[in-house]
């Protein structure tokens, strides 16, 4: 469990310059979208790096879920749930890893997720897009903080115990 913790604050401090390489992709290539909307190469581009920014933060969800709250949620809507899991204090084992507010935000990421993994790239709008692409910049500042507490809080109780 010690180690595990560790490994675990290693992992989501690694996993922090991919997402920003995700976010950093969206916000570069989205005044090309605006410039030259009949370009679908760049709004294939927005949309694909939204979808890695939130499967990677749902990757680092699952490791947490998974390993120190000891349960992954299941079902149809494990995606929603994990995520509504994470906003949510874990009584004796966590704190909340995001805030209610990240939470709704990324939740409207997953469900552009959902649509990018069952729909044509063709299908999406630039104007559906938008709202993520203006809120981006906000919910990953609020994020790297967010993640960064919560991996400092896995190092802290993973050193606690192996002081003990």
């Known amino acids: 469990m010690i ?5 675990l604050a290693e992992r989501i401090r690694g996993e922090i310059p991919n997402l920003d390489r995700a ?24 949309a694909l790096n939204l979808h890695g ?8 969800f699952e490791l ?17 749930d994990l ?3 994470m906003t949510q204090e874990v009584d004796g084992i966590r704190p909340a890893v995001i805030s209610q507010e990240s939470g709704k935000v990324l939740d409207e990421l ?3 997720r959902h649509l990018v ?23 990953w500042s609020t994020l ?10 896995l190092e802290a109780a993973g050193r606690a115990h192996q002081r003990e």
């Not at 976010?23 to 927005?46: F, G, I, T």
């Open 53 to 60: 920014f939130y499967s990677g933060l749902e990757r680092l």
């Open 110 to 112: 997953r469900r552009f």
């Open 23 to 46: 976010a950093q992709r969206v916000l570069a290539a989205w005044p090309k979208v605006m410039r030259m909307p009949e370009e679908s190469a760049y709004l294939d581009s927005v």
């Open 117 to 139: 993994r069952n729909v044509y790239t063709m299908s999406l709008s630039p104007e559906k897009m938008a709202g993520l692409v203006s809120a981006l910049p906000a919910l």
């Open 83 to 85: 995520l509504h899991r």
């Open 144 to 153: 790297q903080a967010e993640l960064g507490a919560f991996a400092d809080f």
């Open 64 to 80: 947490i879920a998974r390993h120190v709250d000891g349960l992954l949620p299941g079902g149809e809507m494990w995606h929603r």
């Open 3 to 7: 180690h595990l913790f560790l490994e």
